[in-house]
């Protein structure tokens, strides 16, 4: 088993500043708070791979392929670690330990070759309850220039990134009514690089190390037990450009038919 030290701060996307949800779900197994979605368990995408993963349970698996630690010092199997609760900001700072399953630490997808990467996702909070699920699109995980593309539903805010544009666009539907907001904060590429690398930090150190057979699944020991589930992992699919864009948050895309795009006749 691996130990990766000092992972802060990576979901302020997925789950945090949105989360990468699809990735909406990873920021929040970090312990920073849980949505109150309405009828959250009742949405359309993958409703069956939901209800398989409701039943998850951590007691049903043995030892981890890898644990993520954030904060300063080793990780200590038998030391007593606090756990994060939202009414005890005493607890807002702990260290959090992530395990992590259907990993190889001696495989490095990016070392094989992998450029582009998609992958679905579904993340749960505090008591069981789904706080955001989604499809994911990135490449240039190779070189850390990231574009990537996170569907957007009335239940979670889907993302654009751009890199040679170094802005990110955010869009829930209901929520963003004239369209994308554009957070064009970086005034370097290498900027936005390292804030991007920063944000996705244990999700692509999982991911590149992904085992190949299965289901990737986070389970954070620190977080009152949520857990998020990155599944259906396709390697190098073909990314249309025209996903990247605001755009594609408001028509969708389409990755039916191989090339992933932008949906046709959509508004």
Known sequence: MKVLKNIAGAFALLFGFAVIVGIGYIAYIRGW???????????EFDKEKIDEFDKWSREDEGEPD????????????????KVYDPDDPSTYDIDHVIEVFGVDPNRNLIEEGVTSIAFSSAGYG???ILVGHGRTFIRNIHTGEL?????????????VG????KTIWLYQPGVHNEGPVACPY???HESYKEDQMYRFKDLYEAIIHWDGEGDIIFYNCTGGGQKAIVYDIELNPELDDSIFTPESLVKGVDWSNGKVKVKEGQS
Do not use: C, R
């Open 33 to 43: 708070g849980v949505p109150n979605f309405s009828n959250s368990h009742y949405v």
């Open 66 to 81: 890898v644990i993520f630690i954030s904060g300063p010092g080793e990780y200590d199997p038998n030391k007593n670690y």
């Open 126 to 128: 505090n008591d069981n």
């Open 147 to 159: 574009d990537y593309y996170v569907t957007a539903s009335k239940h979670t805010m889907g993302q």
């Open 162 to 165: 751009n890199y040679k544009l």
């Open 186 to 188: 970086w005034e370097t």
